[in-house]
């Protein structure tokens, strides 16, 4: 049974860091990465990385956020920095399983199929 769990959000002050950690179990997948849901906003890709580390990121958190990986601990993480009140939102873990149905997202100039997704963490930046 695959379960993605998220941690690390919280409220911080524009300008402020901080790390979100998603623990993976499951299975081994072909690609990982972190969505975003803002009040009445649709859901969209944040940062995807391949199984061979090649990562992609969303042009609005391009140079302020950096998504890792530890094999060792099927942990996935996003590293934030210089948050602004625009990236207030619920943040999801979300793994893709070549041969599995899921959603598509755009990161950056790519696509990337999910077929599972955490129940997510909060994540609230204030001016």
């Known amino acids: 049974q695959v379960q993605l769990v998220e941690s690390g959000g919280g409220s911080v002050q524009a300008g402020g860091s901080l790390t979100l950690s998603c623990a993976a179990s499951?299975?081994?997948?072909?690609?990982m990465g972190w969505l975003r849901q803002a009040p009445g906003k649709a859901r969209e890709g944040v940062a995807n990385i391949d199984r061979d580390g090649k990562t992609n990121y969303a042009d609005s958190v391009k140079g302020r956020f950096t998504i890792s990986k530890d094999n060792a601990k099927n942990t996935l993480y996003l590293r934030m920095n210089s948050l602004k009140p625009e990236d207030t939102a619920m943040y999801y873990c979300a793994a893709g399983r070549t041969g599995f149905s899921g959603y598509w997202y755009t990161v950056g100039d790519s696509r990337y199929l999910y077929s599972y997704r955490g129940q997510g963490t909060q994540v609230t930046v204030s001016s």
């Open positions: 499951g299975y081994t997948f072909s690609n």
